[in-house]
């Protein structure tokens, strides 16, 4: 079945760096793209970003821009989310979700818990 | 971006009752409106898509309408396993914008 599973929790300090895994399975990772989605604590869903597991190309929530990069590692189909210089609001749940051009999210994540905090 | 609104933020339901959720776009998105299912701790699930299409292995109870800029997801019959929020979402441009969410709780 298909299947993406994330890295665990992590707890950071105010200006440091984050970098989520999500690998992966039961589909050809290369037919579709990863978005990624967070959700603060209490709150709604974010978009933050799409990269195609193609051809690399990515397209990033405006305010991310300069902060996030995505990335993806076709030979271990595993995608990835750097999040830089972190700030408390960027504790929240981050999701990976399988979606191509039409802009649904079939399948996601597990979620991975980051915590900014001095 | 495109500003998706649902309404209500929250409604109290009985197990048996017919459940309306509705979600505005900011703007025209044709027929490119999604649903997703979220219960506490876990990763939302996507219900509906491209507006009415029901997704693989979601019960036949659930089913979405609406094109332009008004939209629907309707609960036929409220079950114990339904009490959870909602979010709808646009995949028309990007970014890709959510609703606030719709939580449906026991009455």
């Known amino acids: 079945q298909v299947q993406l599973v994330q890295s665990g929790a992590e707890v950071k300090k105010p200006g440091a760096s984050v970098k989520v895994s999500c690998k992966a399975s039961g589909y050809t990772f290369t037919s579709d793209g990863i978005n990624w989605v967070r959700q603060a604590p209490g709150q709604g869903l974010e978009w933050m970003g799409w990269i195609s597991a193609y051809t690399g190309n990515t397209n990033y929530a405006q305010k991310l821009q300069g902060r996030v990069t995505m990335t993806t590692d076709t030979s271990t189909s595993t995608a990835y989310m750097e999040l830089r210089s972190l700030r408390s609001d960027d504790t929240a749940v981050y999701y990976c979700?399988?979606?191509?051009?039409?802009?649904?999210?079939?399948?996601w994540g597990q979620g991975t818990l980051v915590t900014v905090s001095s | 971006d495109i500003q998706m609104t649902q309404s209500p933020s929250s409604l109290s339901a009985s197990v048996g009752d017919r459940v309306t959720v509705t979600c505005r776009a900011s703007q025209t998105i044709s027929s490119y409106l999604n649903w997703y299912q979220q219960k506490p701790g876990k990763a939302p699930k996507l219900l509906i898509y491209a507006a009415s299409s029901l997704q693989s292995g979601v019960p036949s109870r659930f089913s979405g309408s609406g094109s332009g800029t008004d939209f629907t997801l309707t609960i036929s019959s409220l079950q114990p396993e339904d009490f959870a929020t909602y979010y709808c979402q646009q995949s028309y441009a990007t970014p890709r914008t959510f609703g606030q969410g719709t939580k449906v709780e026991v009455k």
């Open positions: 979700a399988r979606g191509g051009s039409l802009g649904w999210f079939d399948t």
